[in-house]
């Protein structure tokens, strides 16, 4: 596609409940970045998608968040049991990961409310 | 650890005022380093970036960043903001070693006054 795809851009959940976010990104880019964005908080990292290497997932804040990318396209943010706190807009990014050095193009967001 | 520092949260100025928003980076090795924006109700954009040469880049809509690689720095400036540059501006860096994970700054929140 054009730009990097998110979806859902609004996501409502009850506190315990699993969220499933999905990002699509720009078509041929082989770098992938999941990033949470909260009121004051700025952009923190979680995860990381280079081709076909290991996803560098330092930044993911415990073990109910977890990521994958099928296919080296479309990747899947999973937090389980979902806490209050997770509430926050998560950012997916992509870039072609070479060349251009990691120039990063976003999608929209998905703004995630646990209630 | 690797990690990207912004020296101010929240900066307001009148129109026609100069900027200047600081950022300073830790990491050991060669650097790619970003200012992106995020204006109200859009998603990150990039502003400018540098990668090497001229360590003065130019950005979109008269922006401006300098790399002293003695400083760790790779500050923000424009010369004469307009209430239009009112948004939030992140500075981002990645390590070319490091297979280009970017990592961003807490983000300096800009309001320009009418």
């Known amino acids: 596609g054009a730009g990097v795809s998110q979806s859902p851009s609004n996501k409502v959940t009850e506190k315990g409940k699993d969220v499933e976010l999905r990002c699509d990104p720009i078509?041929?880019?082989?770098?992938l970045y999941w990033y949470r964005q909260s009121l004051g908080q700025g952009l923190e990292f979680l995860i990381y998608?280079?081709?076909?290497?290991?996803?560098?997932k330092s930044g993911l804040p415990s073990d109910r968040f977890s990521a994958e990318r099928t296919g080296g396209s479309v990747s899947t943010l999973t937090i389980q049991r979902t806490q209050q706190e997770d509430s926050a807009v998560y950012l997916c990014a992509s870039s072609r990961g070479t060349g251009t050095a990691g120039e990063l193009f976003f999608g929209e967001g998905s703004r995630l409310t646990v209630l | 650890a690797q990690s990207v520092s912004q020296h101010n949260h929240h900066v307001i100025l009148s129109e026609a005022a100069s900027l200047e928003l600081g950022c300073n980076y830790s990491y050991g090795g060669t650097v790619n380093l970003f200012w992106y924006v995020q204006y109200p109700g859009q998603h990150l954009q990039l502003l400018l970036k540098?990668?090497?040469?001229?360590?003065l880049v130019k950005g979109i809509k008269g922006f401006e960043a300098e790399f002293i690689k003695s400083k760790f720095s790779f500050n923000l400036r424009k010369p004469s903001v307009q209430w239009s540059d009112t948004a939030e501006y992140f500075c981002a860096v990645n390590e070319r070693t490091g297979g280009f994970k970017t990592i961003f700054g807490a983000g300096t929140r800009l309001f320009v006054k009418a």
């Open positions: 078509s041929g880019h082989t770098a």
């Open positions: 998608f280079q081709g076909n290497s290991a996803p560098d």
């Open positions: 540098y990668f090497s040469g001229d360590p």
